[in-house]
């Protein structure tokens, strides 16, 4: 269900992207050029876990391959130049969160794999580390369509601009300064 999320954020990623990159800001079309590459990349090494036989003999090692692949390119999604208008929305901080999940998860799923018998704990740990780099991922696959990411995990906090061009004087005992 999730890959299914990513692959529909992914297209309509592409086309505002691609749309949005079409003006002289040289920063934009190069980020937008990143992200889909990026999300090219990212869907086909998740497909590509998604493959993998569990009773082939090679599983164990397709699988902590194809992560390390997933670790390397979200470790590249975190060092992505973002645009300021992008930034200010948080998307840099989200890269690298993913960045540091990822990782995690990876070395957790190694650590599973490496134990004389599979270390099932380490693999549950590793599993929601993947999920929290997967869904963040998401998120900025979300917002880059300038949406809003709606999750009960997502606290939104508006911030508001004084138009009047001062403080508002303090009314609270009935009378303005």
């Known amino acids: 269900m999730m890959r299914a999320k990513t692959a529909l ?10 749309l949005s990159g079409c003006g002289s800001d040289s920063a934009l079309t190069d980020y937008t050029s990143q992200m889909n590459t990026f999300y090219d990349a990212f869907s086909s090494g ?10 082939s003999e090679t599983a164990q090692e397709e699988l902590l391959s194809g992560l390390d692949e997933l670790t390397a390119l979200t470790d590249s999604l ?5 645009p300021k208008r992008y930034a200010d929305a948080g998307i840099d901080e989200l890269a690298a969160q993913a960045a540091e999940h990822m990782q995690e998860a990876d070395s957790l799923y190694h650590e599973a794999c490496s134990a004389e018998t599979f270390d099932q704990e380490r693999a549950s740990a590793a599993q929601e580390h993947y999920q929290r780099a997967m869904k963040r991922i998401h998120y900025i696959g979300i917002m880059l369509q300038g949406r809003t990411p709606d ?16 403080d508002l004087p303090d009314t609270s005992d009935g009378t303005a300064e």
């Open 9 to 18: 954020a992914s297209l309509s990623l592409l086309l505002t992207l691609s």
């Open 46 to 55: 998740t497909l590509a876990l998604e493959q993998i036989d569990p009773s």
């Open 78 to 82: 975190a060092d992505i130049s973002v």
């Open 151 to 166: 999750d009960e995990e997502i606290t939104i906090i508006h911030e508001t601009t004084d138009w009047t061009g001062g």
